[in-house]
């Protein structure tokens, strides 16, 4: 189709257009009824980016945090999901209680219904390649959409930490995981516990050094208690073998006392003894050490109980050196013995501490595998315990603290004041009722004028559909709205006329009115018909023009009336008028063919003058009383009267004829005829029907030309692209 076939189609049936579209606009101010706009709150996310940790990573791994370069799309789409679940629309509904989301659409308190009409007003969207989410929810209630929209918030958020931070640590495994920690704490730690005390270790922090320390004291204080316990064995022999001859030999003893005596050897003896301890232990240990300082304090007694015993006898002074110069007992016989079993105990024991300590060191290296193992899974234990307690607080305070909220997800928008909005799928039910409406009065228009109606509507319809030439289109003057016929005083196509009697009388049957608007198409069918037969040089008079259609009612008469008409204006000679109809045709013209004569009289001079009709017209007809024989005798009457037709004086005879059928007359005379005018009737005579014609017309070798009459014009001027005709 061209394009001004579209036009034509669109302005023919533009009223069935517009009738389609104006339903469909009806139909959208009735839903606007039936469902009016609801109350509409929005607000807007940026989603900066995710962190997954859903998994137990292992203390000291960092969770894992994903940007949305790397997978945005399907973190975009999961946070859709998770916005959009029933999850979170049912926690909001139960939060805020389904009777108050209910309370303007129905009533009730059923929580999935309530859901349900959430879930249909939730609106999740976002724009390809962009982190934000424009989140729309739609409600009946003007004072619940904004509450029910910031719940929904909340409760998303709390999903997203679920699934993404991991919040399920709060449920019985987590509880379960750190009681198993403290338990296999507590076992581990009395394992450990059990096993230093079967080593003997009862400090964790005991080294080997502390042993080889402890080792070395011991050994020191051996030593010194043998040196010790040797010279007190020596001391009390030499006393035993000395005692007597000492007493005997010096005489002292009876000037002085001998208790006196004895004490101040003994003293003296002690400091001798002292210093030489001293002395060793001088090789071991500092000045700054405790048996240092203890030996050192005992050295000082003895020198004051020495200068006391000194200070109360003085002559103790020299018997003390003679004494110790002959190398006397400075102790008694039984305190050197006492001293003695002394020293041997304190040599058993410090063995003994010895031996045990060379044997917990022999039993810590054999237990030293096991304890490490002990102490390394402790101390493995107890880190995954703080992980998990780490993690355990962590979700608390999230739940607690910022619940509601996520540190990667930024509120661009909080939720809008509530606003008038229909719904997107009431926008597109009425946008589909609209459009529906106006596509489906284009769909029944393009159906009828391609498929249904198969009339000739255009001029170009007629040459490209028929294959015939077309001299003129005619338009309606009754119904075409671009017609003249709209004037502000239309013409009557007849007018009053004089008849043969010479008086005037008034009647629609006159003689035609060379003022109305057909009188132009006719002028130009004149002047088409003349120029056509000068092209085909046909010189001769007269030229016989039939006027036929493809059946009743295309206006034959009033266009072969017209075109006599107008070639009886035209050069010198007389034009003849035919009515061949037996009903009457072109008679109804001109007195309902009470004016005219027969056709043998019309070639007569004489007789014709009552056929005149108008100046250089003449009418004739057949008797009306033959009408029943007239289809049979036409043919065969025309045909004799031929010669004396091409005889005559006319220059132009037209001839009325019948509508062309398989069975009328008019095929079998248009053979005698110069030209057949076909008149087709615009938007009456189908295709099929005008090529069926034009086929019975070609089959008597007749020169077809066509008439489109009855036209209308749909498309404005402005747009039409064919060739319009001023009428």
């Given at each position: 189709m061209s394009l001004g076939d579209i036009y034509f189609t669109i302005f023919r049936h533009k009223w069935?257009?517009?009738?389609?579209?104006?339903?469909?606009?009806?139909?959208?101010?009735?839903?606007?009824?039936?469902?009016?706009?609801?109350?509409?709150?929005?607000?807007?996310?940026?989603?900066?980016?995710?962190?997954?940790?859903?998994?137990?990573?292992?203390?000291?791994?960092?969770?894992?945090?994903?940007?949305?370069?790397?997978?945005?799309?399907?973190?975009?789409?999961?946070?859709?999901?998770?916005?959009?679940?029933?999850?979170?629309?049912?926690?909001?509904?139960?939060?805020?209680g389904p009777d108050r989301i209910l309370a303007k659409a129905g009533g009730g308190s059923d929580t999935n219904a309530a859901a349900a009409l959430v879930a249909k007003g939730l609106t999740v969207e976002s724009s390809p390649g962009s982190s934000v989410i424009q989140i729309t929810l739609q409600h009946p209630d003007r004072d619940m959409v904004q509450p029910i929209l910031s719940e929904i918030m909340a409760s998303y958020f709390k999903k997203h930490n679920q699934i993404h931070l991991g919040n399920v640590m709060l449920g019985d495994f987590s509880i379960q995981e750190t009681n198993r920690l403290y338990k296999e704490i507590a076992q581990t730690k009395e394992a450990l516990k059990n096993a230093r005390s079967t080593a003997g270790i009862f400090s964790a922090d005991t080294s080997d050094k502390s042993y080889d320390e402890q080792v070395s004291q011991i050994r020191g204080r051996l030593l010194a208690a043998q040196a010790e316990l040797v010279e007190r064995k020596e001391v009390l022999k030499e006393m035993s073998n000395r005692l007597s001859v000492s007493l005997e030999s010096t005489?002292?003893?009876?000037?002085?006392?001998?208790?006196?005596?004895?004490?101040?050897?003994?003293?003296?003896?002690?400091?001798e003894i002292l210093r030489k301890k001293e002395q060793e232990?001088?090789?071991?240990?500092?000045?700054?050490?405790?048996?240092?300082?203890?030996?050192?304090?005992?050295?000082?007694?003895?020198?004051?109980?020495?200068?006391?015993?000194?200070?109360?006898?003085?002559?103790?002074t020299g018997f003390g050196v003679s004494l110790v110069s002959t190398d006397r007992p400075p102790f008694s016989v039984t305190e050197n013995v006492a001293q003695v079993s002394a020293l041997e105990a304190r040599i058993k024991v410090l063995n003994s501490?010895?031996?045990?300590?060379?044997?917990?060191?022999?039993?810590?290296?054999?237990?030293?595998?096991?304890?490490?193992?002990?102490?390394?899974?402790?101390?493995r234990l107890e880190s995954e315990l703080a992980y998990f307690q780490r993690n355990l607080e962590q979700a608390r305070i999230d739940n607690m603290v910022g619940a509601?909220?996520?540190?990667?997800?930024?509120?661009?928008?909080?939720?809008?004041?509530?606003?008038?909005?229909?719904?997107k799928k009431l926008k597109k039910i009425a946008a589909m009722l609209v459009f529906g409406g106006m596509a489906s009065g284009l769909a029944l228009a393009f159906l009828i004028e391609m498929f249904l109606d198969r009339s000739l509507?255009?001029?170009v319809e007629v040459e490209s559909k028929l294959?015939?030439?077309?001299?003129?289109?005619?338009?309606?003057?009754?119904?075409?709205?671009?017609?003249?016929?709209?004037?502000?005083?239309?013409?009557?196509?007849?007018?009053?006329?004089?008849?043969g009697t010479g008086t005037t009388k008034e009647s629609p049957t006159a003689p035609w009115n060379r003022h109305h608007p057909l009188r132009r198409f006719c002028d130009g069918l004149r002047d088409r018909l003349i120029v056509h037969f000068e092209v085909q040089n046909i010189k001769h008079n007269p030229k016989l023009v039939a006027v036929t259609s493809c059946g009743k009612g295309a206006g034959?008469?009033?266009?072969?009336?017209?075109?006599?008409?107008?070639?009886?204006?035209?050069?010198?000679?007389?034009?003849?008028?035919?009515?061949?109809?037996?009903?009457?045709?072109?008679?109804?013209?001109?007195?309902?063919?009470?004016?005219?004569?027969?056709?043998?009289?019309?070639?007569?001079?004489?007789?014709?003058?009552?056929?005149?009709?108008?100046?250089?017209?003449?009418?004739?007809?057949?008797?009306?009383?033959?009408?029943?024989?007239?289809?049979?005798?036409?043919?065969?009457?025309?045909?004799?009267?031929?010669?004396?037709?091409?005889?005559?004086?006319?220059?132009?005879?037209?001839?009325?004829?019948?509508?062309?059928?398989?069975?009328?007359?008019?095929?079998?005379?248009?053979?005698?005829?110069?030209?057949?005018?076909?008149?087709?009737?615009?938007?009456?005579?189908?295709?099929?029907?005008?090529?069926?014609?034009?086929?019975?017309?070609?089959?008597?070798?007749?020169?077809?030309?066509?008439?489109?009459?009855?036209?209308?014009?749909?498309?404005?001027?402005?747009?039409?692209?064919?060739?319009?005709?001023?009428?």
């Open positions: 069935k257009i517009v009738l389609f579209s104006a339903s469909g606009i009806l139909a959208v101010l009735a839903l606007l009824v039936i469902k009016p706009p609801l109350y509409e709150s929005k607000t807007k996310l940026d989603i900066l980016y995710v962190v997954e940790s859903k998994s137990f990573n292992m203390p000291g791994e960092n969770a894992n945090t994903v940007t949305l370069n790397a997978q945005g799309y399907g973190i975009i789409q999961t946070e859709l999901e998770i916005m959009h679940s029933l999850d979170v629309i049912m926690e909001a509904v139960q939060t805020i005489n002292l003893n009876i000037e002085i006392s001998s208790d006196k005596a004895d004490e101040y050897r003994n003293v003296c003896t002690r400091l232990l001088l090789l071991q240990y500092t000045d700054q050490s405790v048996p240092i300082k203890d030996l050192r304090a005992q050295i000082a007694i003895s020198e004051t109980l020495k200068r006391k015993l000194e200070a109360e006898e003085p002559r103790l501490q010895l031996n045990q300590i060379q044997s917990d060191a022999a039993r810590r290296d054999e237990a030293k595998d096991t304890i490490a193992e002990l102490e390394q899974r402790q101390q509601g909220k996520a540190p990667n997800i930024g509120i661009i928008q909080s939720p809008s004041p509530p606003s008038k909005q229909w719904s509507k255009r001029p294959g015939v030439p077309l001299f003129i289109s005619i338009p309606d003057f009754n119904q075409n709205g671009s017609s003249p016929a709209k004037t502000k005083s239309p013409e009557p196509l007849l007018l009053p006329e004089t008849a034959v008469s009033s266009v072969a009336t017209g075109l006599a008409s107008s070639l009886s204006e035209t050069g010198d000679g007389n034009v003849l008028l035919v009515d061949m109809n037996v009903e009457g045709g072109a008679a109804q013209q001109f007195y309902k063919g009470k004016l005219g004569c027969g056709l043998d009289a019309a070639l007569e001079t004489e007789a014709r003058k009552s056929a005149l009709v108008q100046e250089k017209l003449y009418f004739a007809t057949e008797p009306v009383e033959n009408s029943d024989k007239l289809p049979s005798l036409l043919p065969k009457h025309l045909t004799g009267l031929i010669p004396k037709l091409r005889a005559s004086d006319y220059d132009y005879i037209i001839f009325d004829m019948p509508a062309v059928t398989q069975t009328s007359m008019t095929p079998r005379l248009a053979r005698l005829m110069d030209m057949v005018l076909l008149v087709i009737e615009s938007e009456k005579t189908k295709q099929e029907v005008a090529k069926r014609v034009i086929s019975l017309l070609d089959e008597s070798k007749a020169n077809v030309t066509t008439v489109l009459n009855k036209t209308r014009s749909y498309v404005p001027a402005k747009l039409h692209q064919e060739f319009l005709n001023d009428i």
